[in-house]
């Protein structure tokens, strides 16, 4: 098996609140992106305040029982406009503008936890898990004609 057929993609949770925000306007996407090294996040939320998109989410720590760090923040990447108010603001230095694409891959390698985006394996179970099949539903036409065809072979 190849490096690429083993790589887990990841997809946008459409199960998030961020969801329900209006979509990023603009027919281009930016020419930088910021990404936060979570692992320097002090979840202060000065970025928050400065975002004038609201694309910064608070998400929990990576260890919930860490007084410490309960909290840091993600960026939506679908939604950032690279303005570069966060990588001004922070004051940890923590938020760092990338190159379009290129802050995918920096995601990938800066990021502890999400909750913005997820795999898609964790997304197939959300929605097994919720009632929802990305498979069309046949109709009725459709499953009496291939009971006929199947009686007839």
């Not at 920096?106 to 097994?128: F, H, Q, V």
Request: hydrophobic residues 30%.
């Amino acid at each position: 098996m190849s490096e690429i057929e083993e790589r887990e993609v990841i997809v946008e949770n459409p199960y998030h609140t961020a969801r329900f925000k209006p979509v990023r306007k603009g027919k281009k996407p930016p020419k930088l992106i910021a990404v936060v090294h979570q692992s320097g996040c002090t979840g202060c939320e000065v970025c928050i305040a400065g975002c004038p998109v609201d694309s910064i989410e608070l998400v929990p720590g990576p260890d919930a029982n860490n007084p410490q760090f309960q909290q840091m923040v993600e960026i939506d990447l679908a939604r950032c406009i690279g303005c570069q108010n966060c990588s001004h603001d922070c004051p940890w230095e923590t938020i760092t503008m990338y190159e379009h694409n290129d802050s995918f891959t920096a995601w990938g390698n800066e990021t502890i936890k999400s909750e913005l985006y997820m795999p898609s394996s964790d997304l197939e179970k959300m929605n097994d898990k919720n009632g929802i099949s990305l498979e069309p539903e046949s109709t009725e036409a459709e499953a009496t004609e291939s009971q006929a065809t199947e009686t007839d072979a």
